[in-house]
Structures are given as C-alpha cells and as structure tokens.
C-alpha cells in the first residue's frame, strides 16, 4: 500500500469520524431541538389556553366594565339631574335666603321702632300715672265742690220755691194792680174829657236796658241800679221793637244792676236780652 493510499484511507477514516461525529452532534441537537420544539408547543398550548381564558375574562371584564360604564353613566345621569335639582334648590334657597335676611333686617328695624315705641309708651305711661294722680286729686275736689254745690242747689232749690210761690201771689197782685191802673188811667181820661185837671204824679223816670233773663225762673236783671234811683219794688215797664212785652218788678237792687220777676206777660211775648226797660207810664 502506497502512501497515496493510505493517506486516503486516513482521510475516509477522519471523515468517517467526522460524520459520525457530526451525525451524533446533529442527532444530539435534534433530540434538544425536539424537546425545545415540544417545550415550545407545550408552553404554546398553555399559552393559546391562558390566552382564551385571558380572553373570556377579557370579554367578562369588558361586559362588567359595559355594564359598570353603563351603570356609571346612569349614576353620573342621575348625579347631573342630582346636581342640576340641587343648583335650582340651591338657587331657591339663596333667594330664600335673601328674603329671610331683608324679613329678618325688617324685624329688626321693627324691633328698634318697637323698642322707641315701648320707651314712648312706657313714658306716656308715667305721664298717664301722674294724669290719673292729679285727675284723682282733682276729682276729689271736684266731688268736694260738687257737694257744696248739690248743697248750694237744693238751698236753691228751696228759695226757687220760696220765690216762685211769692212770684205767683205778686202776678195776682200785680195783676190787680195793672187792672186797677188801667181803671184809674181810664178814669183820669174820662176826668181829662170832662175839663178836671188832674195834677201829675212825681215819679221818677229811668230808662235801660234787659241784660240777662232767666226764663226758667220768671227773672230778668236790667242795667240800672240804685245808682239811677232804683228801688225795690220799682216798676219797669218791658218792650221790644214791636212793643209791650210785660212789667218787672224789682227786688234785689245793686248799685249798677237790678234784679226783678216778670209778671203780666203779653200773649207770645218772650223777655229778651236788649229789650228796652222804662218806668215811664205810657
């Protein structure tokens, strides 16, 4: 065997073994890539499984979010209507607000009125107090001077009679008397026809005035007293514009003024203030 020869059988031998060698290096990361495609297939199947069921919980959490966003977007409707009624009555509270702070500023302005009110009226009071404390004083004397004038009045009274029964007797007699003085001026007439001279009588003559009448009482007071020659008993002969009114006759003479009762009173005639009053004979 030549050289030749053996050099090729030493290369057939080197790669014999580097074929074989090769050959258990491939069968040997085949088997590795064997398990690693098995691992791979397997951790794939596990995968794919994780993600259907990542997937169903996706769409269970996707329908529990639908229906939670659902929810929620009712809940935030309800909260906007919720917050919408809660503006307009926060509104409506504010302007109640503002009614209750003017009602509330108005009663108190009322109060301090109130207040100057009651000061007023607690000093009208007072004042009232001491009005009923004089007014009771005065009643007091008023009631005191009443019982002198009751007292006064029934004295009154009791002379009224007195004199209204005198007043009746003295018409009587006074009224004899007018008709005794009209008989006598009809006789001293007829005495005149006849040529008898017949001597006037002196008395004296005064002329005035009625300035008050008491009609109740049948009295009038005329403006000349003794000043002017009056006497009790002193005839006034009573007239007004349209003429006889009566006669008065004086009984209580003052130095200016004279009071008298009035008797013989003409039909329809009245004695009045500024009727004139004279003791001339007609």
Known sequence: MNALTKVL???????????AASQVWLYGKRERFGRLYLDEV????????????????????????DETKDKLDADLLAARTDLENERARAASLDGQVRQLTAGVQSLSDGAQKL?????????????????????????????????????AVADRDGTIGTLQHELTETKKVHKAVAESEARLQAIIAELVERGV??????????DGRVVSVDVEHGVAVVDKGAGAGVKPNTQFTIYDDD????????????????????????????????????????
């Open 243 to 282: 003429g006889y009114v009566s006669k008065l006759v004086i009984n209580d003479v003052q130095p200016d003024v004279s009071l008298g009762r009035i008797i013989v009173l003409a039909d329809d005639k009245q004695v009045k203030r500024g009727d004139r009053a004279t003791t001339r004979i007609p």
């Open 197 to 206: 001279q017949v001597p006037p009588v002196p008395l004296p003559v005064i």
């Open 42 to 65: 397997r951790a794939r199947t596990d995968l794919e499984q994780k993600l259907s069921k990542a997937q169903a919980d996706l769409a269970d959490v996707r329908r529990a979010a």
């Open 9 to 19: 059988v030493v290369l057939v031998l080197l790669l014999s073994v580097f074929f």
């Open 115 to 151: 207040e100057v009110a009651l000061a007023n009226r607690d000093q009208a009071i007072q004042e009232l107090n001491a009005t009923v404390v004089d007014r009771d004083q005065a009643i007091r004397q008023n009631m005191d001077k009443i019982g002198e004038l009751q007292k």
